[in-house]
Structures are given as structure tokens and as C-alpha cells.
């Protein structure tokens, strides 16, 4: 057993069974919104009230094909949106993260344990020490995969997990007890979402009825910022245009508004909007900047 994995043994031997089952795993109330636990690159957390805006009024199914960190499914959950939803990404251990916590017992589980692991640090270096060590791992089990993802997520710059740097005021102010709470409502949160991992074609041509769906992908004029290493960066602009021209299914995008996705989705319906970045995305006198975005859709975008 290397040294990663006996210091997490250790340390969720700290917590008896017992304690285990009555960690809780919440159900909300009808006026609670679901949120993603995950701090994600080019997250749509901030911006939910102006998608929000432009979304149909109902569909029956809600499909994601590049989910990312989720906020705009979880919006979609909470409204109650669709009859159903398949939620999708390319990211291996994101997607292990998104099946883990699904289930309800395998998220007590992972909250136990990432709880053990984060009070058994001292300090920064401690973390970051471990960090190191995990960040060489490449585990085959999902269980694994969803833990070390979780990790990762809340003590790098960002949250770009593998492909991001170790930031000691993350590791400290991120992974706290209360972000590792924000599990708690996933599994009612994902109840009966299809998850998979695979490729953003088959959301988009499977056949369905009153299909709705929500793409976020990456920038076009973005850096590398997710994946391991940075590896999902590498991204197809041109299929999902012309993959979207053809679709009878509803669908609602949004991108970075420059020349080349303008001229990409001149077919389709395109509303301009802006969007303040976080204090990531600051200049020097540390104003917040503003985005140029857009909205693409293939329906009425002024209702």
C-alpha cells in the first residue's frame, strides 16, 4: 500500500460505522435550490438568472452534454424543468464524481472519508504534501477517482483539478467541513439523471421527445483548463456547429462572442449578454472584468 492511500486509510479509520450511517445525506425542501458542489472553469454559477431567462418554459428531457460542474443542471432540477435528464462529459473523474455521489450511500461514504482526510491536516504543507503524492495516482475504481476528483477541485487554483497548480489559500479556505456538506443533497439532486461519459454527439443525435438541449462549451478563445493535464482542452467547434444545424431538438449555447462563432452559428438565433468574472479573472487595480457572451439558440431567444 503506498503512502497515499494508508495515510486515507488511517485517517478515515477515525470515524466508526456508526458515526458513518449518521452522517446525513439531506433531502430538500420544496423552496431549496439545488447548487453544485464544485468550483469548475467557465462555471455558469454566477450567470444562472440570465440563462435562466432564455430557457423554454418546460421540456421532456432535459440533456446536457457537456456538463461540467453542473450548475445549470442543478437550476434546471430545482424548477423542476423536465420530465427527465441525461447529464453527460468527457472527464473521466468527473464523471466517476458525478455517479459516486448519486448514490446515496456512496456519498455518505465519500463525505465520511474526505471529511477524515481534511481534519487530519495541520496545515497548507501538509496538504499540499499529499496533493503531490495523489496527484500520481491513477486509479481504476471509481470510488477512487470521485474522492481524489472532490480533492482536487477544492485545493487548486480555480478548481482545475489535475491540470491546475496547488493553491495553499485554496487548500485552506476551499476544503473546509462545510464544502464537503455540500454533498449532502447530491444523491436527490442526480435521483434517476442518466450520467454518462462519452462523447457530445450522442446527447445530441439520439432521438427523443420534446427534447431540450444546454450546451457550455469551452471557450473559443479559451487556455487549457480542465482534464488531466489540461488533455479535454482540445476541442471540435465545428462538429457541434454543424451537428446542431441538423437537430430537430431545441438547443441553447453558450459561448464567447467572437467573428468565428458568430460566423459558425449564422443559422441560428443570437443574443449578446455579458457576464462578470470572478476575482480569478481580475486586472491589476482588481476590478472584476466583464465578458462579452453569447446566447445561441435555434428558437425564439425575445420571448
Known amino acids: 500500500m503506498n503512502m497515499t492511500k494508508s495515510i486515507l486509510k488511517d485517517q478515515a479509520q477515525t470515524l466508526t460505522k456508526a458515526e458513518t450511517e449518521a452522517l446525513p445525506v439531506a433531502k430538500s425542501a420544496a423552496h431549496d435550490k439545488f447548487r453544485s458542489p464544485l468550483r469548475y472553469p467557465g462555471g455558469k454559477q454566477k450567470a444562472i438568472e440570465q440563462i435562466a431567462r432564455v430557457f423554454p418554459t418546460a421540456a421532456g428531457e ?100 489535475r491540470a491546475g497548480g496547488f493553491s495553499a489559500s485554496a487548500s485552506l479556505r476551499r476544503f473546509t467541513a462545510s464544502s464537503v456538506e455540500r454533498l449532502s443533497p447530491m444523491p436527490e439532486a442526480l435521483r434517476d439523471t442518466k450520467i454518462t461519459c462519452g462523447e457530445f454527439q450522442d446527447l445530441i443525435t439520439r432521438e427523443g421527445d420534446d427534447v431540450f438541449l444546454f450546451l457550455d462549451p469551452p471557450y473559443y478563445t479559451a487556455t487549457r483548463l480542465y482534464g488531466k493535464g489540461g488533455s479535454l482542452h482540445a476541442f471540435d467547434h465545428w462538429k457541434l456547429a454543424k451537428l446542431l444545424a441538423k437537430t430537430k431538438h431545441r438547443f441553447l449555447i453558450t459561448y464567447d462572442d467572437c467573428p468565428e462563432i458568430r460566423e459558425l452559428y449564422k443559422f441560428a438565433n443570437i443574443q449578446s449578454w455579458s457576464l462578470q468574472y470572478g476575482m480569478n479573472n481580475c486586472n491589476l487595480a482588481k476590478e472584476s472584468k466583464v465578458g462579452n457572451e453569447l446566447f445561441i439558440a435555434n428558437y425564439d431567444l425575445s420571448k
Open 62 to 161: 432535459y440533456r446536457e452534454p457537456l456538463v461540467g460542474g453542473g450548475s445549470v443542471y442543478f437550476h434546471a432540477r430545482s424548477i423542476k424543468l423536465a420530465k427527465s435528464y441525461w447529464i453527460n462529459d468527457k472527464f473521466t473523474e468527473l464523471v466517476a464524481f458525478w455517479q459516486s455521489v448519486q448514490d446515496p450511500d456512496i456519498c455518505r461514504s465519500l463525505m465520511t472519508e474526505l471529511e477524515s482526510l481534511r481534519a487530519g491536516f495541520a496545515d497548507a504543507e501538509e496538504i499540499k504534501q499529499y496533493f503531490l503524492k495523489a496527484r500520481e495516482e491513477n486509479p481504476e475504481d471509481s470510488y477512487r477517482q470521485a474522492l481524489l476528483f472532490f480533492f482536487f477541485n477544492r485545493v487548486t487554483f480555480s478548481g482545475t483539478t
